[in-house]
């Protein structure tokens, strides 16, 4: 139980493009989940929180309007990547927190971007 | 299997030494992680060790590094009860991750 899918894994995209991942929790809902992005071997760096039905907290330096967060159901939240260029490219991951054993987080599986 | 395995639960009373272990199977990774996760927040970077080390040291924290059974541990001396938490492994393989399922420890008084 306690599956996360992110969609896509992978995505490539043109400079001046916006990119869409989302983030699902397949068997139980997810009022919180957590947007990270990682730069290459680099360690993860939390980019926002977003709360079911309310706006997304972001991190000192992520800019809300470039990094869109929309978590309109239990069991989606989406980051859109808006005007997207070459230094977006990264590794994005989400975590859902899932209440089962108190309180706990999965992973998705990632989405590597390249802006290209 | 699962690319990066630990186990669930640690129960420690304060004071004592805890040991969180982690096995995985790909060992191309360049570095190798311990986060910490506290209810509520995100992630934390409490440390990381370079594939080529076989330990490394901390204040409290001890990591140790088997390459030959892929087995990485961390140890978090004289525990306290501000170290109850999740605790993930994780894996940084040509540039993505892997992250175990999380290790919940509980620090009784």
């Known amino acids: 139980g306690a599956v996360v899918s992110q969609h896509p894994s992978r995505v490539i995209c043109k400079s001046g493009t916006s990119v869409k991942i989302e983030c699902r929790s397949l068997?139980?809902?997810?009022?919180?989940m957590f947007w990270y992005r990682q730069f290459p071997k680099q360690s993860l760096m939390l980019m926002a929180t977003?709360?079911?039905?309310?706006?997304?907290?972001?991190e000192q330096g992520v800019e809300k309007d470039k990094f869109l967060i929309n978590h309109a159901s239990l069991t989606l939240s989406t980051l859109t990547v808006t005007s997207a260029h070459p230094e977006d490219s990264s590794f994005y991951i989400c975590?859902?927190?899932?209440?089962?054993?108190?309180?706990?987080?999965?992973f998705g599986s990632g989405t590597r971007l390249t802006v290209v | 299997g699962e690319d990066v395995e630990q186990s669930l639960f640690l129960s420690v009373r304060e004071g004592d030494s805890s040991v969180i272990n982690c096995t995985y199977t790909d060992s191309s990774s360049t570095y190798l992680y311990w986060y910490k996760q506290e209810p509520g927040a995100g992630l934390q970077l409490l440390t990381y060790i370079f594939s080529n080390m076989d330990m490394k040291q901390d204040q409290r924290l001890t990591v140790l590094l088997n390459k030959k059974d892929k087995h990485l541990s961390l140890r978090i001396a004289d525990t306290q009860t501000g170290d109850s938490a999740i605790y993930f492994c994780a894996l940084a393989l040509d540039n993505d991750m892997r992250f175990g399922a999380g290790t919940r420890l509980t620090v009784k008084p």
């Open positions: 977003s709360n079911e039905g309310s706006k997304a907290t972001y």
């Open positions: 068997d139980f809902q997810a009022t919180t």
């Open positions: 975590s859902a927190l899932h209440g089962g054993l108190g309180y706990g987080y999965t």
